[in-house]
């Protein structure tokens, strides 16, 4: 989702590229790079990613004053799973690993209950100020009236109470349970009646509009069930994913829900560590696994409407405000995003936290509990003198000066830098740069990596949308590093690497096209310009193998030797960055090939003479070494390889004695010599035997 975009001068077309984090920009490189780069940040995932004190990034590119938070330390060890608030101005959080009921007062915590559950999945307000806690892994509905905390009932078959809703139509709760993916109505006294039984293994959340009308959503398959009555239900809505984690009626009449699709399960089983280990029963609990996550709202006459859909994260949690908007918590990185009508996502909030674990956004207190670890942080309002945007670190992929940096922005904000060569900010990078009103030049020292920071203190109301920084690099010399050459004396290499094949039929035809193509290390990614020269082994003069006007900007080249002497020749390849740079600055490097055989002219036959029905003489190549001696009946399409006098291939001169005894046959007739030399070039001479 985090991105950059660098643009080229000299008229060529601007680059977008992306960061996911920290990662190169090295993507945008490898279009070609110039001189003059730029940071440009003017979408909104390009604002993400570094960190967010009191602003919001909206899905447009537009940064302003968000929630201001406060934070209070919640235990350790633990996670936030619910939160309740209560008439008395107070709080209630749900807990996972511990299972304890805590209360916040004052900003003070403080255990209210010990429900000796691994956890406390969800808090609900019911009978005259009576809290319904559901916990797992033992299926129980429990209660906490006037400080003291009772079960409300053990439901049968049931090992997970995910979720509790309370309805003052019927002064009952609906309690969402696994792993059989049933609801219960429970009464006051705590009977319990199935009121619905789902397909899927879970039903993970539960709330109750004005009307009655009873949502639930399952899992593992993701559908999310709307319930007039007992046992009557119809299927919303399927998500196609794995499950639906929370639904919220609004006052209005419409519903939102959440569903994710993750990577693997939801649930993973464990052992409740508060049990004694030989009666401990297995237990599923929440995964950290990473997710894809949407929202969706259900109008009244059920019309679905997709408002935000993220493929990086899933989400855990959801809440409306009081002005109807909806809000969600993500599981991955503790970040809280909101949606308007024209579908336009905010992040209001990024937390240090891991995962956001109940929304409190309504009433006149407002809170995010997060975990991992668990924090409760109060919202204190929008903006505030402390409202800072920090970017993500930007990375030019090497050292690089830093130009003029310049922004858009409504109201007047301050801008600030700083620079360092460490892909984490430590200690080593130098200090925010004095804040800049206007836009300046940058300066913070040359390094690789910079980071741009922007404070709302003296202006509340300004939304910013727009930074842009250029920056030059070090220009890094490129280096030619390999130049592979295939012509028509290399042959193909057997299994053994580097070994040719032996003197088998000759398979190629003789092609005076030598193909050239080389390795380049180009740290910088400059474009390049390549230049390409030739010598004969033994000479000190080299020839251009280029036209004069001709350009080479490709790491290939097809040479064609036909009107060069037969001989053994160097090809040298240079590299040169000057497309890229100034003439002061541009840099060059140059690298020689292996010999490259050039022989475009076949071998000759000498003193070939018949004795009998052996055929013998002397073949001679200019350069050699000759590689195959083959002799045929003429007409017969048969040829039958021999070996030199010597046995072996590797010498321009080869004398040589065939024997056609065994396949040729009685009496007269003619045969044909044929030579090949390591080019593949051939000569045939055709002889009688009497």
């Not at 995003?337 to 207190?365: C, F, M, P």
């Not at 809170?367 to 309002?381: F, K, Q, T, W």
């Amino acid at each position: 989702m985090k991105k950059e975009r660098v643009k080229r001068q000299r008229l060529l077309p601007r680059l977008t590229f992306g960061i996911a984090g920290l990662a190169l920009l090295l993507s945008s490189f490898e279009s070609g790079a110039v001189g003059t780069r730029r940071f440009e940040l003017f979408k909104g995932e390009d604002f993400e990613g570094g960190d967010l004190a009191g602003v919001a990034v909206d899905s447009t590119g537009k940064v302003r004053a968000g929630f201001n938070l406060g934070a209070i330390p919640v235990s350790e060890g633990t996670a936030i799973w619910s939160a309740l608030p209560m008439p008395d101005g107070s709080l209630l959080l749900g807990t996972g690993n511990e299972g304890k009921l805590l209360r916040v007062k004052d900003d003070k915590v403080s255990v209210a209950a010990d429900t000796k559950a691994m956890v406390v999945t969800s808090l609900a307000l019911a009978w005259g100020g009576t809290v319904v806690l559901g916990t797992l892994p033992e299926g129980k509905v429990m209660k906490w009236e006037r400080g003291k905390l009772s079960d409300l009932v053990k439901l049968a078959g049931v090992e997970h109470v995910w979720s509790v809703a309370f309805d003052p139509k019927t002064d009952s709760v609906f309690a969402a349970t696994g792993p059989e993916g049933k609801l219960w109505r429970i009464s006051k006294a705590g009977q319990a009646q199935l009121y619905f039984d789902a397909e899927e293994q879970h039903l993970m959340c539960v709330a109750v509009a004005a009307d009655g009308t009873v949502y639930a959503g399952a899992s593992d398959k993701a559908k999310l069930y709307k319930i007039t009555g007992p046992g009557r239900a119809t299927v919303l809505y399927d998500f196609g994913r794995t499950e639906v984690r929370a639904v919220v009626a609004a006052p209005n009449g419409e519903v939102y829900a959440i569903a994710n699709e993750l990577t693997t399960s939801g649930t993973v089983v464990k052992k409740n560590p508060r049990q004694d280990s030989s009666t401990a029963t297995p237990v599923r609990s929440r995964t950290k696994t990473k997710g894809k996550g949407t929202l969706y709202r259900f109008l009244p006459d059920g019309t679905a409407e997709e408002l935000l859909d993220d493929k990086g994260t899933h989400y855990v949690s959801l809440a409306l405000a009081d002005d109807g908007r909806p809000y969600v918590g993500t599981g991955v990185d503790g970040k809280i995003y909101t949606v308007d009508d024209t579908h336009n996502s905010v992040l209001v909030a990024d937390t240090d936290e891991r995962q956001i674990g109940a929304l409190l956004l309504g009433g006149k207190r407002r809170y995010i509990a997060s975990s991992d670890p668990a924090v409760l942080h109060p919202v204190r309002g929008v903006g505030g003198v402390d409202a800072v945007w920090t970017s993500k670190v930007l990375d030019a992929g090497l050292r690089a000066t830093f130009g003029r940096m310049s922004w858009v922005a409504s109201g007047g904000l301050e801008l600030s830098t700083r620079s360092g060569n460490t892909q984490e900010p430590d200690d080593t990078w130098s200090d925010w740069s004095k804040p800049l009103q206007a836009p300046a030049l940058v300066t913070s020292p040359p390094a690789r990596y910079l980071q741009v920071r922007a404070r709302w203190s003296h202006a509340p109301d300004a939304v910013l949308s727009e930074v842009e920084i250029p920056f030059i690099t070090d220009n890094m010399r490129a280096v030619v590093t390999e130049i592979s050459v295939t012509s028509s004396d290399r042959k193909s290499v057997s299994s053994v690497k580097g070994v040719e094949e032996s003197g088998g039929p000759i398979s190629k035809e003789p092609d005076s096209k030598v193909k050239l193509s080389w390795e380049v290390d180009n740290e910088d990614k400059d474009e390049l310009r390549y230049r390409l020269q030739y010598r004969m082994v033994g000479s000190s003069t080299w020839y251009d193998i280029l036209k004069p006007k001709e350009t080479l900007t490709a790491t290939t080249y097809t040479w064609d030797t036909a009107d060069l002497p037969e001989g053994h020749y160097r090809v040298r390849v240079a590299a040169s960055d000057e497309f890229a740079n100034p003439p002061g600055r541009a840099k060059h490097h140059s690298l020689e090939s292996d010999v490259i055989l050039v022989d475009n002219t076949p071998p000759v036959f000498k003193g070939l003479k018949v004795v009998g029905r052996r055929v013998a003489g002397t073949v001679i190549d200019g350069v050699g070494p000759i590689v195959r001696i083959e002799v045929s009946v003429v007409g017969s399409d048969e040829w039958y390889p021999f070996n030199p006098r010597d046995g072996i291939f590797d010498e321009q001169r080869e004398e040589f004695e065939a024997d056609t005894a065994t396949f040729a046959p009685q009496g007269p007739a003619m045969v044909s010599i044929r030579a090949y030399d390591r080019a593949n070039n051939s000569v045939l001479q055709t002889v009688a035997l009497k």
